[in-house]
């Protein structure tokens, strides 16, 4: 196959100061949970992607001194000389392919405790630091800014050495001191380096020029810049200073990274902000200067992309999270297979991970973050070891997967899925509001699985431990997935609620399978404390119900922070006019009304309440599983949420991880490559 030639623009080279990137597809940098900690899974990762199509492959943010470090964050590390194997490897995995290799470089100022070196922060003005730790950063002085241009410079010598073709100075996100100095609220100085924009952009153009003399005649310099903070006047704008800056400095990078500030904002989760979002922020920086500019939006589409190149609004197809979901998603352009592309979700199940401090994972891509640990790629998979016969029972995330799987290893496979369309809970979950993106999990599944002439796919076919038996397949697989508990069972209440025999309860199932609601005020009570109980709220509330959102948490679904969206989720249950009670469990709900009571002084208050809608835990529908474990088939396997429930990642990740494993040999008590610390010498 050979791409279609109206993409032949994408594959165009491109000068980028002193190097040529083959094509115009750019990973942008970003964390993955790996760096310093896990460095042969973080080179594998970056290499996969080298190899995939990605024309410049760079890193997360590398700390350059050890008055600016994230720990426990598992984030990149260039401080001396010491920290270059880590990242020369990466490098020569990225130059494998003909690939670039970038390093962002930066110093976090208030951004960073440094709970390791337990050194003091430094910020432009006295400040406590961004996190929750008990700790102010010092105001810098004249020598603690000649300190910092020195660190950088020094940093830069020392990327070119490791290999680096593309040398970052970051002043994005708000997460680097040069942006703090260029930040009104962060930048209260009234010497050369404070007031107007000339004089907070004083240290970014000293360390530009730096950087350019260090090691501009073999690497490029790049600059990452937050055009919008979407702070109105208090911060920069597109159309004031961020324009304005943008302008001052136009020819002095060899590239310009534009995005917004800060990364909630960059990475929002679709289900907040639609693909390109950022475009009519960024567009106008392609008008101020001649260098090559990249931008990201969450692309996956080769004709959006098309359009931006030939519109001149960018010359680089950036990429983050659309380039983990697929890393191969440049050759899938190249080779004319779009159809093939995973596509991002935009969950920001990726971002989890790096705020974990683990190594990063994806709803799409259940490869991603196990290239090295566990040996697996994302287009290639070992062969069948057998000629064998497998029966999915349940087609969600898991079964799919699954059968996606086996069936490219050549094995022969029937799916098998009661309902009428598959998906499992993602077809339910995909029509509630904003998480409409999240049905590519299944459609991308369904269109692969269709193509397959050893894949048996069959709606409508619920199965039976009868049927199963009769069906003779060497291996059963269930997939059966998981319901939502309506006694109240979870983590506030382990032994379930007092719930009066008369009282209305309701879970997000009986809100998915269109149950009206009865009238009066509606309990939403969210134990779960991911998206589920406050976009079960929205969608009540949208439908006109009274609602009031309860959970035992302080604040609403507080576990996405993790995924960078709480903040957005809360205010969207404001504007709707959700009442919010937190820090309450419930205590008892009875006919009419539900007794709240606070998680801190036990004091009890009784609400009105038409009907309770429970969102606490889910319990896997196994049934199957019981009728067969005792002289059922001779291989039964459960997979996904019919095992435990999780996350759609963690279902998808199951069921891809028992297709690679069937056959395999077993070695060892651990099932994966760890990367095991050396001890230090005395020096």
């Known amino acids: 196959m050979t791409r279609d030639t109206r993409y032949d623009c994408l594959f165009e080279p491109v000068q980028i100061g002193p190097v040529t990137a083959r094509n115009r597809f750019y990973q942008v940098p970003h964390c993955n949970g790996m760096g310093r900690v896990y460095p042969s899974t973080m080179a594998e990762m970056r290499r996969t992607k080298a190899e995939g199509g990605w024309a410049v492959i760079c890193t997360e943010e590398v700390e350059i001194h050890s008055s600016s470090e994230h720990a426990p ?27 670039l290799a970038g390093v962002e470089l930066n110093h976090a100022g208030l951004m960073a405790a440094n709970r390791y070196s337990r050194d003091v922060p430094m910020a432009p003005s006295h400040c406590p630091v961004a996190l929750p730790d008990p700790v102010q950063a010092r105001a810098m002085d004249k020598s603690d800014i000649r300190d910092l241009r020195r660190w950088h410079r020094e940093a830069a010598l020392r990327a070119r050495r490791t290999g680096f073709d593309i040398v970052y100075v970051y002043a994005g996100h708000q997460l680097s001191t040069i942006s703090h100095f260029l930040s009104r609220r962060h930048n209260h100085r009234s010497d050369e380096y404070g007031g107007s924009l000339e004089n907070r952009a004083r240290l970014l153009c000293e360390v530009l020029e730096d950087t350019r003399e260090a090691v501009g005649e073999r690497c490029a310099v790049a600059l990452r810049f937050a055009v919008e903070e979407l702070l109105g006047s208090g911060g920069m704008t597109s159309e004031g200073e961020g324009r304005d800056l943008v302008e001052m400095l136009a020819e002095l990078p060899d590239l310009w990274d534009v995005n917004l500030s800060g990364w909630e904002n960059d ?5 907040f902000k639609p693909q390109g979002f950022q475009d009519d922020y960024v567009a106008f920086v392609k008008t101020v200067t001649s260098k090559p500019v990249v931008g990201v939006g969450r692309y996956t589409s080769p004709d959006a992309m098309v359009s931006l190149v030939k519109g001149g609004k960018l010359d680089f197809i950036g990429a983050a999270r659309p380039s983990i979901a697929d890393p191969f998603l440049p050759a899938k352009i190249e080779e004319g297979r779009i159809d093939e592309i995973r596509e991002c ?9 790096d705020n974990d401090s683990v190594p990063i994972r994806c709803t799409q891509n259940p490869t991603m973050g196990e290239e090295w640990r566990r040996g697996w790629h994302p287009e290639r998979i070992a062969p069948r070891t057998a000629n064998e016969s497998f029966l999915i029972v349940g ?27 598959p998906g499992g809970r993602v077809a339910r979950e995909r029509r509630l509001p904003g998480l409409s ?8 599944r369904e269109y692969r699985i269709g193509q397959m002439v050893n894949v048996d796919f069959y709606l409508e076919s619920r199965m039976d431990a009868r049927s199963i038996a009769e069906f003779g397949a060497d291996h059963v697989v269930l997939a059966t997935g998981a319901r939502w508990s309506a006694d109240g069972k979870g983590r506030e209440n382990p032994a379930g609620m007092e719930i009066a025999a008369d009282a209305r309860v309701l879970t997000p199932d009986d809100i998915m399978d269109g149950t009206p609601p009865p009238g009066g005020q509606l309990i939403v009570f969210d134990d779960d404390h991911y998206y589920m109980g406050a976009v079960i709220a929205e969608k009540l509330r949208r439908c006109g119900a009274d609602v009031t959102y309860v959970t035992p948490a302080t604040e609403v679904s507080s576990w996405t922070h993790n995924t960078l969206e709480q903040h957005a989720i809360q205010k969207r249950l404001l504007d709707l006019g959700v ?33 309770a809608v429970l969102v606490t835990m889910r319990r896997p529908v196994d049934d199957l599983y019981a009728d067969l474990s005792g002289d059922g088939p001779g291989s039964l396997t459960r997979i996904g949420d019919c095992l435990a429930p999780g996350t759609i990642a963690a279902a998808v990740y199951g069921g891809h991880r028992f297709a690679r494993e069937v056959g395999a040999p077993v070695d060892g008590n651990v099932p994966f490559r760890r990367e095991c610390m050396a001890l230090a010498g005395t020096m």
């Open 73 to 99: 964050w598992s984030g990149g590390r260039l401080w001396d000389d010491r920290d270059m194997p880590v990242l020369a490897r990466m490098c020569d995995g990225i130059h494998e392919f003909g690939s």
């Open 345 to 353: 979700i935009g969950c920001n199940i990726c971002v989890s991970g």
């Open 395 to 421: 087609a969600g995330p898991a079964g799919l997967e699954c059968a996606l799987a086996l069936g490219q290893r050549g094995y022969a496979v029937t799916l098998a899925e009661a309902g009428s369309e």
């Open 437 to 444: 993106e999240w049905g590519r999990v299944a459609d991308y």
């Open 267 to 271: 990475s929002a989760t679709s289900r």
């Open 579 to 611: 009442r919010i009670r937190t820090a309450r469990n419930i205590a008892a709900l009875r006919t009419g009304a539900a007794d709240l009571e606070c998680i801190y002084t036990g004091q009890v208050e009784t609400l009105s309440c038409g009907a």
